[in-house]
């Protein structure tokens, strides 16, 4: 099973766990699996199906280009890290 | 009114219709389709459009075109004899003296200034003649060496 | 370390494109002449900040020689969306309103509208004709300003997003993210040591040679074609197709040879006006940026203003460390802030970190990425505070940074962990290096004092998709096919992987860089990734290769399984050479094909550190670099010299960002070095050789071990100088450019 590297910022959804185990094939997979299990993340990684503009996946300490469609193995990890350009205008948000 | 300009191009005679503006490097560039020499600045900061107006290392963005009427002109189109390099290309192709490329033909016509002018340069004089040239890839390093090979390889 | 043996990699072949770059015949942007080309000229705000009240374009239109005007006026109306044209999530307003601008220019270059015209001086001259009422507002210049109270805001509708969630303030903050470790207080609390500085950077640009060009051709059959100076022709015609609202396949972009793009090149400027500008005058039209436009119009990298807080135990463990990074975007988002909090305590080993990052838009051109974008500001923070707890603590300077040095399995505060990385062989390295030890050598005169100072510097360098096609011909020749702009000599690096798969050398290859209808998808040249991911693509080309011409043999011998070894196919007594069996592919089958794409993952960070020697002249403050030398990590040097070029490439601009470049604005906003005269590279006579030095700790997950090294190289000079300058003088440098003036300043105060 795939292990998640919960940011500190979100760790109050995890109940203070930095690292935790959930199935999933693909970060969508896993994504899905963290907010069965800790509901108070949902809306924080995804919304309306995609990757929150601020975040940018990484599997293994790199970031990956295909996102939540990104495979991940299950002795892999998966991290939210902090996505590079964006910039959000009234009319987008 | 353009003006008719008779000069010698890479050891050729050579003609041109020019608008009295226009610089040596337009003339160059847009009127005889001599693309090789470059224009980064347009000021003659860069020396990406150096040329040697007969025999002297100028920036041909500062020379207006109808200013070389009787003169020779030397280009990064000449410097080569034939199809055989001439031993300043060969020492940048083997000296990885250059990487985009943009300033490569400046630089090799300051080179051939130098070189005619002193077959065998010192470190401080290499990097003196070339000053006038900017490259942002190399960092100087392997074009003073290439120069360097190039004087040795012009002196055996 | 690496210790595989090839054939072909490692050695130095001659550049592919090399007799054509020395002659003159390679052709760039700007030596492109369709038939009837039109010149273009663009109109730009002489304003930092103001409200365009009209645009009037008649009399320019009534000039004989004009062909076309255009203003944001003639961007098609599509309703604002999110798009990633290869630099990530980005309104497609902002991109448009940087083409040109629409009710409001930010910045004094600000494109306003373009003419094309029958020549380029008609062009220029008509472009002056266009009569733009603007109503000048109040402009910011840096970020603390424009973050604070009542700062006049550049975009009514910006909301600041703090920590992922979008607030409802409209301000200058475009972001607010966090990054947080351990417990930073806590870790504080335990330290001997603290130190916490702050530090400022200008805008500084990424100099390339060559002006952005761009020929544009809005074809009769309804396809436009367009030739430029591009470090990725995928993004260019991405973008020209999303602002111009036409499918991808409607677009065709040929890459020139380029002059230097160093990130500067990845975004677009003048393409989408220069097809706005053919579409309405039915021919080809030309724009090539003036160095001015360059300087004023095109993408700077961010100014910055940096805090760092580093403590330490007494035996030098790093126990806590802290950074507030508030980077200018320029007029519109995006300033890399996020790499630089990714890079800012990269190297180190440090429990409890807290990083806050602030991207900020202020009235100077839209940012671009320039090598490593963000980290170099970051290092010269983080690589000088630690250099005044090494000198609190009497360590030596390297010790310090190999007792904390990140490895792999080191986690950073933004949740990544490392993979095997290079640091402390690189570390480890400049330490044995003889210059670390040499004798600084008596001062050239009274008023001179010498100094040497360390530092390193990371970038964590990108993966994407490249592409690549090997056709191989009857003389055992193979044509390369791929869509990476080379900058530096990459065709010839990614030949010479394709080449030791086939058993060939690289004479035998033939590399075209081409246009994109004509080979699959490939990111930009940028992340220093070109060499890495394109480089592998021509591999699994090549394997493919091998598979197709092991099944000619097969056919050819009646034989069900053939080996390949040493460009050798073979199988019992049958042998042929790669080069013999191409000739004979023809009795068999079908002409041999390779093809590759592929989403490269796991680039490896790449680690690089300086050493340098200085001499300061205490009475004019200026700095002499005596001796340098680049310490890198390439994973393999493919091909070293230009890998070296590359470190020694970066050294130089990094020391010309320490020494002299800066963006010198007027409190209007106006740019007063707008020129190569007075912004002021180093030129030869500026430095030294530059002594090279390549670590290879092979990348696991490539072939042959590449990892990038186009950018870590340009990290660390900055914070070396200012560490070397307090050595000679005893006083620390906390701004970029450490020129005269302000090394002189600093003498005078500490």
Same mark, same amino acid.
């Given at each position: 099973?795939?292990?998640?590297?919960?940011?500190?910022?979100?760790?109050?959804?995890?109940?203070?766990?930095?690292?935790?185990?959930?199935?999933?094939?693909?970060?969508?997979?896993?994504?899905?699996?963290?907010?069965?299990?800790?509901?108070?993340?949902?809306?924080?990684?995804?919304?309306?199906?995609?990757?929150?503009?601020?975040?940018?996946?990484?599997?293994?300490?790199?970031?990956?280009?295909?996102?939540?469609?990104?495979?991940?193995?299950?002795?892999?990890?998966?991290?939210?890290?902090?996505?590079?350009?964006?910039?959000?205008?009234?009319?987008?948000? | 009114?353009?003006?008719?300009?008779?000069?010698?191009?890479?050891?050729?005679?050579?003609?041109?219709? @020019?608008?009295?503006?226009?610089?040596?490097?337009?003339?160059?560039?847009?009127?005889?389709?001599?693309?090789?020499?470059?224009?980064?600045? $347009?000021?003659?900061?860069?020396?990406?459009?150096?040329?040697?107006?007969?025999?002297?290392?100028?920036?041909?963005?500062?020379?207006? $075109?109808?200013?070389?009427?009787?003169?020779?002109?030397?280009?990064?189109?000449?410097?080569?004899?034939?199809?055989?390099?001439?031993?300043?290309?060969?020492?940048?192709?083997?000296?990885?003296?250059?990487?985009?490329?943009?300033?490569?033909?400046?630089?090799?016509?300051?080179?051939?200034?130098?070189?005619?002018?002193?077959?065998?340069?010192?470190?401080?004089?290499?990097?003196?003649?070339?000053?006038?040239?900017?490259?942002?890839?190399?960092?100087?390093?392997?074009?003073?060496?290439?120069?360097?090979?190039? @004087? @040795?390889?012009?002196?055996? | 370390?690496?210790?595989?043996?090839?054939?072909?990699?490692?050695?130095?072949?001659?550049?592919?494109?090399?007799?054509?770059?020395?002659?003159?015949?390679?052709?760039?942007?700007?030596?492109?002449?369709?038939?009837?080309?039109?010149?273009?000229?663009?109109?730009?705000?002489?304003?930092?900040?103001?409200?365009?009240?009209?645009?009037?374009?008649?009399?320019?239109?009534?000039?004989?020689?004009?062909?076309?005007?255009?203003?944001?006026?003639?961007?098609?109306?599509?309703?604002?969306?999110?798009?990633?044209?290869?630099?990530?999530?980005?309104?497609?307003?902002?991109?448009?309103?940087?083409?040109?601008?629409?009710?409001?220019?930010?910045?004094?270059?600000?494109?306003?509208?373009?003419?094309?015209?029958?020549?380029?001086?008609?062009?220029?001259?008509?472009?002056?004709?266009?009569?733009?009422?603007?109503?000048?507002?109040?402009?910011?210049?840096?970020?603390?300003?424009?973050?604070?109270?009542?700062?006049?805001?550049?975009?009514?509708?910006?909301?600041?997003?703090?920590?992922?969630?979008?607030?409802?303030?409209?301000?200058?903050?475009?972001?607010?993210?966090?990054?947080?470790?351990?417990?930073? %207080?806590?870790?504080?609390? %335990?330290?001997?040591?603290?130190?916490?500085?702050?530090?400022?950077?200008?805008?500084?640009?990424?100099?390339?040679?060559?002006?952005?060009?761009?020929?544009?051709?809005?074809?009769?059959?309804?396809?436009?074609? &367009?030739?430029?100076?591009?470090?990725?022709?995928?993004?260019?015609?991405?973008?020209?197709?999303?602002?111009?609202?036409?499918?991808?396949?409607?677009?065709?972009?040929?890459?020139?040879?380029?002059?230097?793009?160093?990130?500067?090149?990845?975004?677009?400027?003048?393409?989408?006006?220069?097809?706005?500008?053919?579409?309405?005058?039915?021919?080809?039209?030309?724009?090539?940026?003036?160095?001015?436009?360059?300087?004023?119009?095109?993408?700077?990298?961010?100014?910055?203003?940096?805090?760092?807080?580093?403590?330490?135990?007494?035996?030098?463990?790093?126990?806590?460390?802290?950074?507030?990074?508030?980077?200018?975007?320029?007029?519109?988002?995006?300033?890399?802030?996020?790499?630089?909090?990714?890079?800012?305590?990269?190297?180190?080993?440090?429990?409890?970190? /807290?990083?806050?990052?602030?991207?900020?838009?202020?009235?100077?051109?839209?940012?671009?990425?320039?090598?490593?974008?963000?980290?170099?500001?970051?290092?010269?923070?983080?690589?000088?505070?630690?250099?005044?707890?090494?000198?609190?603590?009497?360590?030596?300077?390297?010790?310090?940074?190999?007792?904390?040095?990140?490895?792999?399995?080191?986690?950073?505060?933004?949740?990544?962990?490392?993979?095997?990385?290079?640091?402390?062989?690189?570390?480890?390295?400049?330490?044995?290096?003889?210059?670390?030890?040499?004798?600084?050598?008596?001062?050239?005169?009274?008023?001179?004092?010498?100094?040497?100072?360390?530092?390193?510097?990371?970038?964590?360098?990108?993966?994407?998709?490249?592409?690549?096609?090997?056709?191989?011909?009857?003389?055992?020749?193979?044509?390369?096919?791929?869509?990476?702009?080379?900058?530096?000599?990459?065709?010839?690096?990614?030949?010479?992987?394709?080449? %030791?798969?086939?058993?060939?050398?690289?004479?035998?290859?033939?590399?075209?860089?081409?246009?994109?209808?004509?080979?699959?998808?490939?990111?930009? /040249?940028?992340?220093?990734?070109? /060499?890495?991911?394109?480089?592998?693509?021509?591999?699994?080309?090549?394997?493919?290769?091998?598979?197709?011409?092991?099944?000619?043999?097969?056919?050819?011998?009646?034989?069900?399984?053939?080996?390949?070894?040493?460009?050798?196919?073979?199988?019992?007594?049958?042998?042929?050479?790669?080069?013999?069996?191409?000739?004979?592919?023809?009795?068999?089958?079908?002409?041999?094909?390779?093809?590759?794409?592929?989403?490269?993952?796991?680039?490896?960070?790449?680690?690089?550190?300086?050493?340098?020697?200085?001499?300061?002249?205490? %009475?004019?403050?200026?700095?002499?670099?005596?001796?340098?030398?680049?310490?890198?990590?390439?994973?393999?040097?493919?091909?070293?010299?230009?890998?070296?070029?590359?470190?020694?490439?970066?050294?130089?601009?990094?020391?010309?960002?320490?020494?002299?470049?800066?963006?010198?604005?007027?409190?209007?906003?106006?740019?007063?070095?707008?020129?190569?005269?007075?912004?002021?590279?180093?030129?030869?006579?500026?430095?030294?050789?530059?002594?090279?030095?390549?670590?290879?700790?092979?990348?696991?997950?490539?072939?042959?071990?590449?990892?990038?090294?186009?950018?870590?190289?340009?990290?660390?000079?900055?914070?070396? &100088?200012?560490?070397?300058?307090?050595?000679?003088?005893?006083?620390?440098?906390?701004?970029?450019?450490?020129?005269?003036?302000?090394?002189?300043?600093?003498?005078?105060?500490?």
């Amino acid at each position: 099973m795939p292990s998640v590297y919960i940011p500190a910022l979100l760790r109050s959804a995890t109940g203070g766990q930095e690292l935790v185990k959930v199935p999933g094939a693909t970060v969508r997979e896993v994504v899905a699996s963290l907010e069965r299990e800790f509901p108070a993340l949902v809306g924080r990684l995804v919304k309306d199906g995609r990757l929150l503009p601020n975040l940018a996946i990484g599997i293994d300490g790199e970031v990956s280009f295909l996102g939540l469609a990104e495979d991940v193995g299950p002795e892999q990890e998966v991290q939210f890290l902090t996505a590079i350009k964006g910039g959000r205008s009234e009319a987008l948000s | 009114m353009k003006v008719h300009v008779q000069f010698t191009l890479n050891g050729e005679p050579a003609e041109f219709l @020019a608008e009295p503006r226009q610089t040596l490097l337009e003339c160059l560039r847009d009127n005889l389709n001599l693309t090789g020499t470059k224009e980064g600045c $347009g000021d003659g900061n860069c020396g990406s459009c150096s040329v040697l107006l007969d025999g002297q290392l100028v920036t041909s963005c500062l020379v207006l $075109g109808v200013e070389t009427q009787g003169q020779r002109v030397d280009t990064v189109e000449g410097i080569a004899k034939g199809s055989t390099l001439h031993p300043i290309q060969k020492a940048f192709i083997d000296h990885a003296a250059l990487q985009c490329g943009i300033c490569t033909p400046g630089f090799l016509m300051a080179t051939k200034a130098l070189l005619d002018h002193e077959p065998n340069p010192t470190e401080p004089q290499i990097r003196l003649w070339l000053a006038n040239n900017l490259c942002r890839c190399t960092g100087y390093d392997k074009i003073v060496r290439a120069v360097q090979a190039a @004087a @040795a390889e012009m002196r055996a | 370390m690496s210790t595989t043996t090839y054939h072909l990699i490692g050695t130095r072949p001659p550049r592919h494109d090399g007799a054509d770059k020395v002659t003159g015949r390679a052709l760039y942007g700007a030596d492109l002449k369709l038939a009837g080309t039109l010149h273009g000229a663009i109109l730009r705000s002489p304003h930092a900040h103001a409200r365009i009240v009209s645009i009037d374009t008649k009399a320019a239109s009534q000039h004989p020689a004009c062909r076309a005007v255009v203003t944001a006026e003639d961007f098609p109306e599509t309703p604002d969306r999110i798009v990633d044209l290869g630099e990530g999530d980005t309104p497609l307003s902002y991109i448009r309103g940087n083409m040109l601008a629409r009710r409001k220019t930010l910045y004094q270059g600000h494109a306003v509208a373009a003419v094309a015209a029958t020549s380029p001086q008609a062009a220029a001259e008509i472009a002056a004709l266009i009569q733009v009422v603007y109503e000048p507002l109040p402009c910011v210049l840096t970020a603390p300003a424009a973050m604070a109270k009542g700062a006049p805001l550049l975009h009514g509708d910006l909301r600041c997003t703090e920590f992922g969630q979008p607030t409802t303030e409209a301000s200058n903050v475009a972001d607010h993210f966090r990054q947080v470790m351990g417990d930073s %207080e806590k870790g504080f609390a %335990e330290a001997d040591v603290i130190v916490e500085r702050e530090f400022t950077t200008s805008t500084v640009h990424q100099g390339y040679i060559e002006p952005h060009t761009a020929t544009a051709l809005w074809n009769n059959d309804g396809r436009l074609l &367009i030739w430029c100076s591009t470090q990725g022709s995928f993004v260019v015609r991405d973008t020209v197709a999303c602002m111009l609202d036409l499918p991808v396949s409607r677009v065709r972009v040929t890459p020139m040879e380029i002059g230097g793009g160093f990130g500067g090149k990845v975004p677009v400027y003048v393409e989408p006006v220069a097809a706005l500008l053919s579409k309405k005058s039915g021919q080809p039209v030309k724009i090539t940026m003036t160095r001015r436009e360059v300087l004023e119009g095109s993408g700077p990298t961010p100014g910055s203003f940096i805090r760092v807080k580093i403590g330490a135990k007494q035996d030098g463990t790093l126990v806590a460390a802290q950074a507030y990074l508030a980077y200018e975007a320029g007029a519109y988002p995006g300033a890399m802030v996020a790499p630089a909090a990714t890079c800012v305590f990269a190297a180190y080993d440090i429990a409890n970190q /807290t990083i806050d990052g602030y991207d900020v838009v202020v009235n100077k051109p839209s940012t671009a990425p320039y090598r490593a974008p963000g980290a170099t500001n970051a290092a010269f923070a983080t690589e000088t505070v630690l250099d005044e707890i090494a000198e609190k603590l009497k360590l030596d300077p390297l010790a310090l940074r190999l007792k904390n040095a990140s490895k792999e399995g080191t986690r950073r505060a933004d949740g990544a962990k490392f993979r095997r990385i290079g640091c402390v062989e690189v570390l480890e390295t400049m330490k044995a290096h003889p210059h670390y030890t040499a004798p600084l050598g008596e001062p050239s005169h009274a008023e001179a004092k010498r100094g040497r100072g360390v530092a390193v510097g990371f970038w964590m360098n990108a993966g994407l998709p490249s592409s690549c096609t090997l056709n191989v011909h009857a003389d055992g020749s193979v044509g390369l096919i791929e869509g990476s702009t080379d900058i530096g000599g990459s065709r010839t690096s990614i030949a010479m992987m394709a080449a %030791e798969v086939l058993g060939l050398q690289a004479d035998d290859m033939r590399p075209s860089v081409v246009d994109t209808d004509t080979i699959g998808y490939t990111g930009v /040249t940028g992340g220093s990734r070109t /060499t890495f991911a394109t480089g592998w693509a021509a591999y699994e080309a090549a394997q493919d290769v091998v598979k197709q011409m092991k099944e000619r043999a097969a056919k050819l011998w009646k034989v069900d399984e053939v080996h390949f070894a040493d460009g050798v196919f073979s199988a019992g007594e049958h042998r042929l050479s790669f080069k013999e069996l191409a000739a004979r592919v023809g009795e068999v089958g079908a002409p041999v094909v390779g093809r590759a794409s592929i989403n490269a993952k796991g680039p490896g960070g790449s680690f690089a550190g300086a050493i340098v020697d200085v001499e300061v002249d205490v %009475e004019t403050g200026k700095t002499s670099i005596l001796r340098f030398t680049c310490v890198q990590d390439a994973g393999k040097a493919i091909h070293p010299s230009y890998v070296e070029g590359q470190m020694q490439g970066g050294s130089v601009q990094g020391i010309g960002w320490a020494l002299n470049e800066e963006y010198f604005m007027s409190p209007e906003g106006r740019m007063m070095n707008a020129s190569f005269l007075d912004y002021r590279m180093p030129t030869a006579l500026d430095v030294p050789m530059i002594d090279t030095a390549i670590v290879e700790v092979p990348n696991p997950v490539h072939p042959y071990g590449v990892r990038g090294v186009g950018e870590a190289n340009i990290v660390s000079p900055p914070a070396a &100088i200012a560490n070397a300058i307090h050595a000679a003088t005893g006083c620390r440098m906390r701004h970029l450019p450490m020129n005269p003036p302000s090394v002189l300043a600093a003498i005078q105060q500490c």
